[in-house]
């Protein structure tokens, strides 16, 4: 799939809902995205968690039902391959999409967590850090490598855009991070390597890290919010733009007061691409190489604020969509 075509503002959904029901989720996500997003439950079940979901099926890690974790450190064994059970209650919100979804998508977006965070994750439950992010590494590229096949089966034909999750690595420049930036960032690119002949493949991070870094792990399509230090990697974003490189603008906050219209997030968009031109940024390609989602995950909020930020995504969207094709039209393109 031409990540190309995921452009001019094109909304989707990031991270968890907070929806209950699986069928109720899967309904929404199809009703009301641009790009169906197959959602995580935390509040159906804790084991939908990012974490509590990559977790099962790693030798020595028990997840439970409601979510309880317990790591026999002893037991964890990079060697052991990983084993994805779908039929287990982390990959509830999964089962239920791909029931609702034959013959209703062409596209679809999912994500799953990155083996940094994972490896973060599991180095803070007691595993060796050396063995944790070994661990790791091999549990989200067997995971990601089943779901593409579960996808594929049954949804045929259906093209995907997968996402690696990595909220924790906004803290690889703070003292005692446990890896070097240049592991962390191999790390990602591992993850990304197995979807890239199948997928297009996309990282996200809603803290403010280096974006540079980030886009050296080499995804083609780059999940950030909307923050004034990212006009400080302008250069960066101008040359992945440059190399046809997407990306997908966390323009609806969700981790302070949620708004209650488009007008501020278009308002804050538009001012950060103002900068970012000014820095030597392509305004068309801000534009027309462009997604819009939610800042991050809605898990926590009601099932109603998650249904109004996704109105005001599908809003600034639309917003971005016409801008974009008024200037093609403008420029004779």
């Known amino acids: 799939m031409n990540p190309t075509k995921l452009c001019k503002g094109m909304a989707t959904g990031i991270g968890g809902l907070p929806h209950r029901d699986g069928d109720a989720a899967a309904r929404f996500v199809l009703d009301q995205l641009a790009l169906p997003a197959i959602p995580t439950l935390p509040r159906r079940s804790p084991a939908e968690g ?49 029931t609702a979804a034959p013959g209703r998508v062409t596209m679809v977006k999912w994500q799953f967590v990155g083996p940094v965070t994972l490896g973060m994750a599991l180095a803070r439950a007691g595993v060796p850090t050396h063995i944790a992010f070994d661990v790791a590494v091999r ?7 089943y779901l ?17 999750d990595e909220p924790l690595v906004g803290e690889m420049a703070e003292p005692g991070f446990p890896l070097a930036p240049d592991t962390a960032i191999d790390l990602i690119s591992a993850a990304l390597a197995v979807i890239e002949p199948r997928a297009v493949s996309g990282l996200h991070c809603c803290a403010d890290a280096d974006w540079a870094s980030l886009l050296a792990a080499g995804p083609q399509v780059l999940a950030i919010p909307v923050a004034a230090s990212v006009a400080q990697g302008a250069g960066y974003l101008h040359q992945f733009l440059a190399r046809g490189g997407v990306i997908a603008w ?75 094709s008024a200037a093609r039209f403008v420029l004779g393109a």
Do not use: K, N
């Open 250 to 324: 966390g323009a609806v906050p969700t981790l302070g007061p949620v708004p209650v219209a488009a007008d501020r997030p278009w308002r804050h968009l538009s001012e950060l691409w103002c900068q970012l031109v000014q820095r030597g940024c392509d305004q068309m390609q801000l534009r027309q190489q462009c997604m819009i989602t939610p800042e991050c995950g809605l898990g926590s909020h009601s099932q109603q604020v998650a249904e109004r930020v996704h109105r005001i995504a599908a809003d600034v969207g639309r917003r971005v969509h016409d801008q974009a």
């Open 148 to 164: 593409l096949d579960a996808v594929d089966a049954a949804l045929p034909g259906c093209e995907q855009v997968v996402f690696i």
């Open 139 to 145: 549990a989200v590229r067997s995971h990601v490598q």
């Open 50 to 98: 990012i974490i509590a979901q990559a977790l099962v099926g790693i030798s020595g890690v028990t997840v439970g039902q409601y979510g309880a974790i317990a790591v026999d450190a002893r037991r964890v064994d990079p060697t052991e391959p990983v084993v994805t059970d779908l039929s287990h209650d982390a990959f509830g919100g999964f089962r239920s999409f791909l």
